[in-house]
């Protein structure tokens, strides 16, 4: 509301002012690329963080001469010193925020913009009924630690048990796994190493052999398992998942060098 009073009160008193007369009384000087003021971003999104903040902007766009406190434009900042990270990308373009002046309150608006309330707000922000900028992916944080709901150390009793036959599992079994069977250390090292252990029962060699109660049917009376057959429950499969979630993965060493 008040930025709307602001502006009827800045279009009234027309256009002598100069651009820093006109930032004066507001507590941050925003420039912007043009095209955020003519469809209406601003007008949506700078209200809402006046209003959690009681920070007042002026906004323009940007020109030579005009110096505001923070910048949203459509070309990465060419300091090394501000933020380079995209915001959002949207109409074909993508576009940056940083403070160009720093101080506490720039700061707080390029933070803001950057939030995940910030971002939330800019991706409310609709042009016909349709949303118009959105948040750009930022690289990938540090994997969450996996949650896991089994029992760890059922897990590893159960993997030794029903696995260790046939796949190395740890150096108590180190010699006994089959030779052709991978070890779990060396699954874990796939990126789906998760999926591939909870859908094990269907991927080869398991099915002749292996069942999860409550998920696989029972064995075909015409074709018994080959070798005494493995029977899980889910809650068992569960675990056995969490304990190879704490086996290390396989240090594969350097690729082999022929000679
Ligand atoms: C009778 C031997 C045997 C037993 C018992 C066995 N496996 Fe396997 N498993 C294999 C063999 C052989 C392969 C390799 C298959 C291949 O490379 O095609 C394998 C592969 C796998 C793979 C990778 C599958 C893929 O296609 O990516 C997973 C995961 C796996 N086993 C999990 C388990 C779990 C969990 C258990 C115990 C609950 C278990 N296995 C018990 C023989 C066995």
């Known amino acids: 509301m008040r930025f709307i009073l602001f502006l009827t009160l800045m279009l009234a008193l027309g256009h002598g002012m100069s651009h820093s007369a006109r930032a004066q009384d507001k507590d941050i000087a925003l420039a912007t690329a043009p095209m955020l003021a003519e469809n209406g971003f601003l007008k949506y999104v700078l209200p809402r963080f006046s209003l959690k903040t009681g920070l007042s902007i002026a906004h323009e766009p940007i020109a030579a001469g005009v110096v505001g406190d923070v910048v949203i434009s459509n070309q990465a900042p060419e300091t090394s010193m501000a933020q380079t990270r995209p915001l959002m990308r949207g109409r074909g373009q993508v576009f940056y925020a940083w403070a160009a002046r720093s101080g506490k309150d720039a700061d707080r608006l390029v933070g803001w913009l950057y939030s995940d ?26 994997p969450q630690a996996l949650v896991l709901p089994g029992d760890i150390a059922q897990g590893e009793i159960l993997s030794f048990q029903n696995c260790g036959r046939c796949h190395v599992i740890g150096d108590r079994n180190r010699m006994k796994g089959l030779g052709s069977t991978p070890s779990f250390g060396l699954l874990r090292t796939f990126d789906n190493w998760l999926e591939r252990f909870q859908t094990f029962y269907v991927l080869n060699p398991h099915p002749s052999f292996a069942q999860v109660l409550g998920i696989t049917g029972p064995f075909n009376p015409q074709l018994p398992p080959p070798i005494s057959p493995l029977v899980l429950t889910q809650g068992e499969l569960e675990s056995i998942i969490a304990y190879v979630a704490t086996i290390p993965l396989a240090d594969l060493g350097a690729p082999l060098v022929h000679q």
Do not use: K, P
Request: charged content about 20%; overall charge negative.
């Open 117 to 142: 309330i910030g971002l939330r707000t800019i991706q409310a922000f609709q042009i016909d009924g349709e949303q118009a900028f959105f948040a750009v992916e930022q690289a990938a944080e540090a």
